[in-house]
């Protein structure tokens, strides 16, 4: 998008300023369909960290996501916990990853998270 949905905006906007998780998106961007809950931009961060922490080979990292988010102005980015990108009958990973999507780069979104069943 060229300009920012103001409705996928005004949604992050709540989810920073609630701090809550609980808000499931489906979004489309760069021909990728991912779905799951959004979460405030610290939060994310923190998850990201502890999950490069007790990593062996990249707990070099961690520090990177530690610096607190900048708050000037509306939120850029949708950051996704408990995410997968939907990948034909699959989501990649089933057990959800944790994703950041930059909003000018959402061409598609609905509100809610989809999943597959083979029955």
């Known amino acids: 998008m060229s300009k920012p949905d103001e409705l996928i905006v005004?949604?992050?906007a709540l989810v920073e300023t609630g701090q809550s998780n609980q808000m499931s998106l489906t979004v489309v961007t760069g021909g990728a369909v991912i779905?799951?809950?959004l979460a405030p931009e610290a939060?994310?961060?923190q998850r990201v960290s502890d999950v490069l922490t007790d990593s062996a080979d990249l707990g070099e990292f961690s520090a990177v996501f530690d610096t607190p988010p900048k708050k000037d102005g509306p939120p850029t980015h949708l950051h996704f916990h408990v995410a997968r990108i939907l990948q034909g009958t699959v989501g990649i990973p089933e057990t959800g990853g944790m994703?950041?999507?930059a909003i000018e780069d959402v061409s598609a979104w609905t509100v809610g998270d989809f999943?597959?069943?083979?029955h």
């Open 10 to 12: 005004d949604i992050a």
């Open 35 to 37: 779905t799951g809950r």
């Open 43 to 45: 939060l994310w961060r």
């Open 99 to 101: 994703y950041r999507v």
């Open 115 to 118: 999943s597959y069943s083979d």
